[in-house]
Every structure is written in structure tokens, then in C-alpha cells.
């Protein structure tokens, strides 16, 4: 399997703050990566596809990026729905793994 | 606009099959590139695949699970479903359909899950 690694699993930010998490995996996968945000309660929601590609009415302030095997996404200024947890998945082989998720905090 | 239904027991004994259907409604479950994806999330943590099939009936399972899982689709009823043979307390989770691009395999559309438990 491959493993991916999310950092950090949580962090402190304030509303209009630029937060960077990354995404490491154990092997390289290209751009196979997908990233997704989950409020609590609720089903994740499809952030970005391929490393890099915004999903439809995705908010622009959201953006990834990497290759290989280190990935990140961004989300500029920060806006108080925000705060909730975020995963990373490879797609590269049959065997899909999700990271651990990085819960963002106020 | 596709929307996804998990339906099935839930609660479900030790060592019994844990059973779920996924209902697609606003289009075909047989058209289109797309794979048909199972997912579960115990409380509180994090995100596990289960497994997927395609649209022609070809399965992908997590090697972890595969010697108890079974993903199928029933095209007639526009459905999909998951069975999850002797499960136990550690099966405990909500499960989650979703539809996966063929391309990048991203799950774009998901269902809005539904908690099972495994308890005697």
C-alpha cells in the first residue's frame, strides 16, 4: 500500500491567515492526488483533483500543488467555514489511501 | 444532478455480513466512466477506502478487507452495494457511497453516510 502522511494533523490559524498543509506519500504517485475538506458530521467534499486542479464551485483561495511525492494545499485568507479538517488521497494505484487528515483551527 | 443514497441496517451482530446499498438517482449508474466507491469513517477518526467497481463490473478492494468484501452493482434497480463478511466491533463506522472519476479517480459526489454498528 501506499502511505500517505498529512502535516501537521492540526493547527491554530485566525481568520484572513494564508495555511499551508502538506501531503507526503511513501512512493512516487505523479499528480494523482486529490484533496478534501470535511465539515463535521458530514460527508467529505472534493476540494481538488490531480494535485492542482480546482474542483466546480471551489473557492478560489483554495489551491494545491507537487508532484511526485510531496503535495500541498493552500488556502488563503482564511474565512470562518474554513476551520474544519482536511485529507489528502492518492489515486495512483488500485489500492487508494487516504492521509490522516489535518484539522485547521481557529 | 447525480445524488447518492447509503441504505441498510444499522446494527449488525458479530461475525454476521454487514449489508449496504447505495441508490443512484439523476442518472445511470451503467453510463459514463465511473467507479462506484465505498468508504467508512469509525467515530472520530479518520478516512478508510473499502473499495470500488466500475462501470463494467470490475472491483478494486483495500487489501486489508478484500478477503471480506464485495462490491457489486445492480443496474436494474440503479443501485450499487457493499458486503462486509464476520464483521466485528472494530467494523463500527459510518459508511459512505460515493462516485469516482475514471480518469483521476477523485470522489466527487458522495452520499451523506450512514452509521453502523456492530454490537450483540
Known amino acids: 500500500d501506499i502511505q500517505m502522511t498529512q502535516s501537521p494533523s492540526s493547527l491554530s490559524a485566525s481568520v484572513g491567515d494564508r495555511v499551508t498543509i502538506t501531503c507526503r506519500s511513501s512512493?512516487?504517485?505523479?499528480?494523482?492526488l486529490n484533496w478534501y475538506q470535511q465539515n463535521p458530521g458530514k460527508a467529505p467534499k472534493l476540494l481538488l483533483y490531480a494535485a492542482s486542479s480546482l474542483q466546480s464551485g471551489v473557492p478560489s483561495r483554495f489551491s494545491g500543488s507537487g508532484s511526485g511525492t510531496d503535495f500541498t494545499l493552500t488556502i488563503n485568507s482564511l474565512q470562518p467555514e474554513d476551520f474544519v479538517t482536511y485529507y489528502c488521497?492518492?489515486?495512483?494505484?488500485?489500492?487508494?489511501?487516504f492521509g490522516g487528515g489535518a484539522k485547521v483551527e481557529i | 444532478q447525480v445524488q447518492l443514497q447509503e441504505s441498510g441496517p444499522g446494527l449488525v451482530k458479530p461475525s454476521q455480513t454487514l449489508s449496504l446499498t447505495c441508490t443512484v438517482s439523476g442518472g445511470s449508474i451503467s453510463s459514463g466512466s465511473y467507479y462506484w466507491s465505498w468508504i467508512r469513517q469509525p467515530a472520530g477518526k479518520g478516512l478508510e477506502w473499502i473499495g470500488r467497481?466500475?462501470?463494467?463490473?470490475?472491483?478494486n478492494y483495500n487489501p486489508s478487507l478484500k478477503s471480506r468484501v464485495t462490491i457489486s452493482l445492480d443496474t436494474s434497480k440503479n443501485q450499487f452495494s457493499l458486503n462486509l463478511s464476520s464483521v466485528t466491533a472494530a467494523d463500527t463506522a459510518v459508511y459512505y457511497c460515493?462516485?469516482?472519476?475514471?480518469?483521476?479517480?477523485?470522489?466527487?459526489?458522495w452520499g451523506q453516510g450512514t452509521m453502523v454498528t456492530v454490537s450483540s
Open positions: 467497481v466500475y462501470t463494467t463490473g470490475r472491483t
Open positions: 460515493a462516485r469516482a472519476e475514471y480518469t483521476y479517480g477523485e470522489l466527487g459526489i
Open positions: 512512493q512516487s504517485i505523479g499528480t494523482y
Open positions: 488521497q492518492q489515486t495512483y494505484s488500485t489500492s487508494l489511501t
